[in-house]
């Protein structure tokens, strides 16, 4: 395990062995077919939750977000903890964020660590890296040996860096899940970790673009998440771009100013309070809040994820509120949702 600034392999070895002999277990099996076979908007009736036009599947071809956990911290039901995945043309690229429950959600998409470029957290919550280890854990399994980046915050007071973190998850000699050691060197039938520390003072710190990968681009943005350090992502493939917020408060002004007028594809906002009195403050934006920045970004749609029984508690007034600013369609992702781009 070592940190570096820049990726040092392609995975294209990994991902032609993927393509011509592990078809299905790269995610075939639940990713290709009638692709395009989408329906209309739907609203969840129960719930009166508007939801996004979503296709059967995701597509085998070109590129797909899918959100594979929507929730928070808490335990509420059929979310689990934030991440996402990144498909294009059928492979899982990019996984963002491995909170509590996403290692399921992972295996119910159909990823496979073999064909993944890299690996981002936003911060370190546990509803954001809380099964990282299990990702990692079953990777282990797969053979694969081209070195994985992993890229995450600096460092804070109750909150190791993204390097630290590694070290003390899977550190060879005294790591919790030292077996897995592995992955520090390369050893034991696992690929060598790359972890790149991405500076956020506080959330005022400069973007980071990441060399990841020719077939998109990503930028890694600070943003201001209380006393963590944390980061939202912006990724760019093709014509297409989406924005994931991360956990980021009001606070986060450089991400907003930086951002501004950008017209994103999809805005993934983190969903957490519902600005009503009583809630939480300091840690995330209010509905209105989330409203100001998509009017600021003009997105073309609005997802909102990390949702909780909190945040959806009061939904019609937090979709108004969101509306003083920002009149784009909104949607509320659940687990497994798949956004084509
Ligand atoms: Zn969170
Ligand atoms: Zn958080």
Same mark, same amino acid.
């Given at each position: 395990m070592r940190a570096l600034t820049k990726r040092s392999a392609s995975t294209k070895a990994a991902l032609a062995l993927c393509a011509s002999s592990l078809l299905t277990a790269c995610g075939a099996a639940s990713i290709g077919g009638d692709a395009q076979a989408a329906v209309a908007d739907t609203t969840d009736v129960a719930a009166n939750i508007p939801r996004g036009e979503q296709p059967a599947k995701c597509p085998s071809e070109g590129a797909a977000l899918q959100v594979l956990g929507s929730g928070g911290?808490? $335990?509420? $039901? *059929?979310?689990? !903890?934030?991440?996402y995945l990144l498909w294009i043309d059928g492979e899982a690229r990019l996984l963002i964020d491995a909170g509590s429950g996403s290692f399921l959600r992972f295996a119910q998409a159909g990823g496979k660590m073999a064909t993944l470029d890299a690996i981002f957290l936003t911060h370190l919550h546990a509803d954001h890296a809380g099964d990282l280890v299990?990702?990692?854990?079953?990777? !282990?399994?797969? !053979?694969?040996?081209?070195?994985?980046? %992993?890229?995450?915050?600096? $460092?804070?007071?109750?909150?190791?860096?993204m390097a630290s973190f590694m070290q003390r998850l899977i550190g060879k000699a005294d790591g919790a899940f030292a077996y897995n050691g592995g992955y520090q060197d390369g050893t034991e039938n696992k690929p060598e970790? %790359?972890?790149?520390?991405?500076?956020?003072?506080?959330?005022?710190?400069?973007?980071?673009?990441?060399? %990841?990968?020719? *077939?998109?681009?990503?930028?890694? =943005?600070?943003?201001? =998440?209380?006393?963590v350090p944390a980061l939202?992502?912006?990724?760019e493939v093709g014509d297409a771009n989406f924005v994931i917020t991360g956990d980021q408060s009001f606070l986060s002004e450089r991400f907003a100013s930086d951002l501004a007028g950008s017209n994103p594809t999809i805005l993934f906002a983190h969903h957490v309070i519902n600005g009503q009195p009583g809630q939480p403050r300091g840690l995330h934006r209010t509905p209105e809040q989330i409203?100001?920045?998509? !009017?600021?970004?003009?997105?073309?749609?609005?997802?909102?994820?990390?949702?909780?029984k909190r945040s959806l508690d009061d939904l019609d007034n937090g979709l108004a509120a969101i509306a003083q600013n920002y009149t784009g369609p909104v949607s509320v992702a659940q687990d497994l949702d798949c956004y084509a781009l």
């Open positions: 911290p808490i $335990a509420e $039901a *059929d979310r689990a !903890g934030t991440s299990d990702v990692l854990n079953t990777g !282990g399994f797969e !053979g694969r040996m081209e070195p994985l980046t %992993i890229v995450g915050p600096n $460092a804070a007071p109750r909150f190791p860096g970790l %790359i972890v790149r520390e991405v500076e956020t003072d506080e959330g005022a710190g400069a973007p980071v673009g990441l060399d %990841i990968s020719n *077939d998109y681009s990503v930028m890694a =943005h600070p943003v201001h =998440h209380g006393p939202g992502y912006v990724v409203g100001e920045l998509a !009017g600021a970004m003009k997105p073309a749609r609005v997802v909102l994820t990390h949702n909780m």
